[in-house]
């Protein structure tokens, strides 16, 4: 989407505040809808709504356009949580290609890794916005009620329903970027040179495998449970002509897969005490067009 500039009331283009928002603004919408299209779509619409207003009259933009954002983006996410009821098979985030400086917020990274925006999934979306709002980008609590139209005493109370439900849910263990980043590597070496015993090794006993093919391509149309299961399954749909391409996805090292050249889905995973607890792999054709060209996240 591309602004075209015009002089606002101020003087001064009001297509200035937008663009120097607008990777804030995505950031927002996306970890709300957990998918870059709708973003994008919701960001359209804020544009077009900022185009009307008489920009010298707002005092903080900024603070303006994420409101805008936020009540948008909610209005969206009402839509999208009753379309995903007829989803086929497992419904995954849409993942987004990032370039590797993301990972060095390292709490940007995990808000919007696949894991993490599952668990914001699990939220009803007034909650959603105001843990995204205030957890990842620090808003203050008068903003967010404006912008959910809530009480502050009424938000401060659903930011704590929010946080402790989150973190009820939330991986078991830290680890280090480093161990990590080893860890998805092995993943990768040991899937794409058929080496079932060091894919073993990297595979927790109780991984949770995952797989997003949206009806429109083959999917398990259920989680997975346990290694010897997730084994089978890799070995009986994994093809020999498979190239495994490294890619940053949502702020963490991923993984492309290319059969002869045409690429066939993403993967992510969560890795938590040396090994992989779960694997989120997505086909589904559509939620593949934001992973040939870096989105912009922000925080600030």
């Known amino acids: 989407m591309r602004a075209a500039a015009r002089p606002g009331r101020g003087g001064r283009p009001v297509t200035e505040p937008f663009l120097t928002h607008r990777n804030l603004l995505f950031t927002v919408s996306y ?3 957990g998918s870059a299209a709708d973003a994008e779509d919701v960001l359209q619409e804020v544009w077009l709504r900022w185009d009307g207003v008489a920009v010298g009259e707002v005092r903080d933009p900024r603070a303006y356009l994420v409101r805008m954002t936020t009540r948008l983006s909610l209005n969206r996410l009402r839509t999208l949580a009753r379309r995903r009821e007829d989803y086929v098979g497992t419904w995954l985030p849409e993942p987004v290609l990032t370039v590797p400086d993301v990972a060095q917020d390292v709490e940007l ?13 699990t939220l009803p979306p007034v909650e959603r916005a105001v843990l995204v709002l205030r957890e990842v980008f620090d808003v203050p609590y008068a903003e967010i009620a404006e912008a959910v139209e809530k009480s502050e005493p009424a938000v401060r109370q659903i930011a704590r329903r929010a946080r402790a439900h989150v973190a009820e849910r939330r991986p078991r263990t830290a ?16 899937t794409e040179t058929g080496d079932l015993q060091s894919l073993m090794d990297v595979l927790a006993p109780d991984v ?18 346990g290694r010897d299961k997730v084994l089978r399954f890799l ?6 002509a498979l190239e495994l391409v490294p890619v940053w996805l949502n702020g ?5 897969f290319v059969i002869a050249g045409h690429r066939d889905g993403v993967g992510t995973m969560l890795v938590e005490d040396g090994v992989v607890t779960r694997l989120f792999l997505v086909r589904n054709p559509d939620k593949l067009g934001s992973v040939t060209d870096p989105v912009d996240l922000a925080r600030l």
């Open 31 to 33: 970890e709300m809808l």
């Open 109 to 121: 990274a995990d808000s919007v890794s696949t894991a993490m925006l599952l668990v914001l999934e």
């Open 175 to 190: 680890v280090s970027v480093a161990e990590r980043d080893a860890v998805i590597e092995r993943f990768r070496a040991a």
């Open 208 to 225: 949770v495998l995952m797989t997003d093919g949206g009806g429109k391509v083959q999917a398990a149309l259920r989680p997975i449970f």
């Open 235 to 240: 070995t009986a749909v994994t093809p020999d």
């Open 252 to 256: 963490s090292p991923g993984i492309q």
